[in-house]
T-cell receptor, first 116, second 115 residues
Framework: DTEVTQTPKHLVMGMTNKKSLKCEQH?????MYWYKQKAKKPPELMFV???????INESVPSRFSPECPNSSLLNLHLHALQPEDSALYLC???????????????FGPGTRLTVL | AQSVTQLDSHVSVSEGTPVLLRCNYS??????LFWYVQHPNKGLQLLLK??????LVKGINGFEAEFKKSETSFHLTKPSAHMSDAAEYFC?????????????FGKGTLLTVNP
């Protein structure tokens, strides 16, 4: 299995809802990432998990809460989001710790989130 | 600090003609460089990467890029464009070694392929 999967593909939620995004990889990768991408912009890094521990939080608001239950799974829990949080949320993984030379990231197809 | 400049926000070519997408980078250290492609409503797919081995890097779907240190460039080329190449392309740089995790993305180049 050489891909990163994300569910759901699309999500519409109200500002009072609680929802979760899920990401899964079975490539044995030990680093996983969440990115946010607005239309016609490059992805922006949100969180990095390395060996199942949160190693980087790019000053993301607390209404976004990541979780890494095991080495294959990464969740992003959403609560009390704002309309400006509407975006494509991308998950990625890389073989080892993110600092390794040429350690490219493999991206999932993303979840298109709309906050009403 | 590192940065990436994609010199064209939009490139339009005819099917069967060459493609050139330009990228210049700035990095204090020997960088790793990547090109990713993103088709509409899709995730990013790695086209190719440079990691200080051969300066001419071949990727998937007939794309290649040449690392030119003297020019701090990493332009992406393809001899003959196909309709399926129409997409957004991102040039990406990452500082090598240490605990650096962060990919620095260019702003992207939208490639349009005309029949």
């Amino acid at each position: 299995d050489t891909e990163v999967t994300q569910t759901p593909k699309h999500l519409v939620m109200g500002m009072t809802n609680k929802k979760s995004l899920k990401c899964e990889q079975h490539m044995g990768h030990r680093a996983m990432y969440w990115y946010k991408q607005k239309a016609k912009k490059p992805p922006e890094l949100m969180f990095v998990y390395s060996y199942e521990k949160l190693s980087i939080n790019e000053s993301v608001p607390s209404r976004f809460s990541p979780e890494c239950p095991n080495s294959s799974l990464l969740n992003l829990h959403l609560h009390a989001l704002q309309p400006e949080d509407s975006a494509l949320y991308l998950c990625a993984s890389s073989p080892t710790g993110p600092g390794r030379r040429g350690n490219e990231q493999f991206f999932g197809p993303g979840t298109r989130l709309t906050v009403l | 600090a590192q940065s990436v400049t994609q010199l064209d926000s939009h490139v339009s070519v005819s099917e069967g003609t060459p493609v050139l997408l330009r990228c210049n980078y700035s990095s204090s250290y020997s960088p790793s460089l990547f090109w990713y492609v993103q088709h509409p409503n899709k995730g990013l797919q790695l086209l190719l990467k440079y990691t200080s081995a051969a300066t001419l890097v071949k990727g998937i779907n007939g794309f290649e890029a040449e690392f030119k240190k003297s020019e701090t460039s990493f332009h992406l080329t393809k001899p003959s464009a196909h309709m399926s190449d129409a997409a957004e392309y991102f040039c990406v740089v990452r500082k090598s070694g240490g605990s650096n995790y962060k990919l620095t993305f260019g702003k992207g180049t939208l490639l349009t392929v005309n029949p």
